[in-house]
């Protein structure tokens, strides 16, 4: 089966410049998340979704990042404008939807490297 | 809240055995998931343990204790490719939120 996708794969801005990032899970899949990882650290948790309500968005800086997965599939993760301390690996993950005591983990896609300069 | 432990990095030698621990500190637990990244790429799964015990897989084995909060992850018959960072994450009762410690970097030398 096709894994989860994400574009682009890398992208450099100007600090206070927006930027978008894109991911497209597995097929079938109804929870997605989006996770910040800086360099030497695990990832954080910043949005989850069910289908395409939110879940939980208590590390997202509303300020300035926002997400959207309209119809349940596809998501976006915007940010706007950017610091350099947003530079980071931005990995988008999709999981089943999880039942009870069921193995569902999340599968990865390959990440959006962001520098901001 | 959710708080999760895990050593920064650990060296072995090769054909070794290493137990990378992982404490954690959830609310609701529902499950621990171990993954592995290698350097630039994505994480991978490796394990899930939701009742307390050792799951094995091959060289690899977790092991959980939800009454101590207590995971660890043993590595047998290392190889040089095992050379990663390991990320030990607990999924929330409510929602299934998936939340990821800091990860140990294992270098595994000859």
């Known amino acids: 089966e096709a894994g989860v996708a994400q574009s682009p794969r890398y992208k450099i801005i100007e600090k206070r410049q927006s930027v978008a990032f894109w991911c497209n899970p597995i097929?079938?899949?109804?929870?997605l998340y989006w996770y910040q990882q800086i360099l030497g650290q695990g990832p954080k948790l910043l949005i989850q979704f069910q289908n395409n309500g939110v879940v939980d968005d208590s590390q997202l800086p509303k300020d300035r990042f926002s997400a959207e997965r309209l119809k349940g599939v596809d998501s976006t993760l915007k940010i706007q404008p950017a610091k350099l301390e947003d530079s980071a690996v931005y990995l988008c993950?999709?999981?089943?939807?999880?039942?009870?005591?069921?193995?569902?983990?999340?599968?990865f896609g390959q990440g959006t490297r962001l520098t901001v300069v | 809240g959710q708080n999760i432990d895990q050593p920064t990095e650990m060296t072995a030698t090769e054909g070794a055995i290493v137990q990378i621990n992982c404490t954690y500190q959830t609310s609701g637990f529902n499950g621990l998931f171990w993954y592995q990244q290698h350097a630039g790429e994505a994480p991978t799964f490796l394990s899930y343990n939701v009742l307390d015990g050792l799951e094995e897989k091959g060289r690899f084995s977790s092991f959980l204790s939800r009454s101590k909060g207590y995971s660890y992850l043993l590595l047998k018959e290392l190889q040089m490719k095992d050379s990663a960072s390991y990320l030990c994450a607990v999924r929330d009762y409510q929602g299934g939120k998936l939340i990821f410690g800091q990860g140990t970097e294992l270098s595994v030398k000859p």
């Open positions: 097929s079938g899949h109804a929870t």
């Open positions: 993950a999709s999981s089943l939807d999880y039942t009870g005591l069921s193995n569902t983990e999340a599968f």
